[in-house]
């Protein structure tokens, strides 16, 4: 009997076992980015503002990525491609210098990438959906997707907010985001104005559903076995565990050794 065919890399000897059609996903267009994104203006929170308008200097900590609403509209002008405009909510920590007292803060980021698409005029309905009138899952636009890590902050500066002026474009933030902060934000004028910037890798994509004719194999049947345990006694069970070496004592250097 030939020896089973595994999920990975094949063999050019493997025989394959039919052509099958499949429903999924296909990537029509990606970029990768990496933004450096400058002097990004940071909506403190309320009791961080009395921080920032007696500080000599704030020290970043960290940022971390709490949403990103991605809206995607068709370019009349160019068949088959479209806007992805993506912004960016981003939860910045900092500490306010003397005392070393916390800062935080929302900031805003707007991006706009243009990719093909494709063109599709569909509409897809399914089976075990809600019947709402004229609703369906697709009307033709590619689905775009962003796959982001959280940023670096790279830098923080303090300015004097003394003839900047209001902020009369100040961003609409959903409601999600304002109660995550867990604190109200200031929006209006201030004292002293706290600005960011932030390094920010991603990758932007548009994919459509699509059916593809792959070969197959076999049916992928798992070769692990599931390990239970029948034992009552807690103590037991803990003494199986493996000792965790590598949380007490940390390694002396992280990824490739050989630099």
Known sequence: ???????????????????????????????????????????PCVSSQAYIDSAFNIRPRSAELLYAAVNVEEISFNRGYYTVDVTYFYKVCGEAFPGALPVTGLAVFDKRVILYGSEGNVKIFQSGTCCEPFRCSGRGTPTAVVEVVDPIVLNMKLTDASGIGGDCDAPSIPEPILEAMGEK?????????????????????????????????????????C????????CTMFSRIRFPVEAFFPPDRTGDDSN
Do not use: N, W
């Open 1 to 43: 009997m030939a020896d089973r065919v595994l999920p990975g890399p094949v063999d050019s000897s493997a025989c394959i076992s039919e052509a099958v059609c499949i429903h999924t996903k296909k990537i029509f267009d990606s970029c990768r980015d990496k933004d450096c994104i400058e002097d990004l203006r940071v909506y």
């Open 185 to 225: 934000l200031v929006f209006g004028e201030t004292g002293r104005r706290l600005y960011v910037t932030i390094g920010q890798f991603s990758i932007i994509r548009l994919e459509r559903d699509s059916q593809i004719l792959i070969p197959a194999y076999d049916y992928c049947l798992p070769d692990k076995e």
């Open 227 to 234: 390990v239970g345990s029948s034992e009552d006694d807690p």
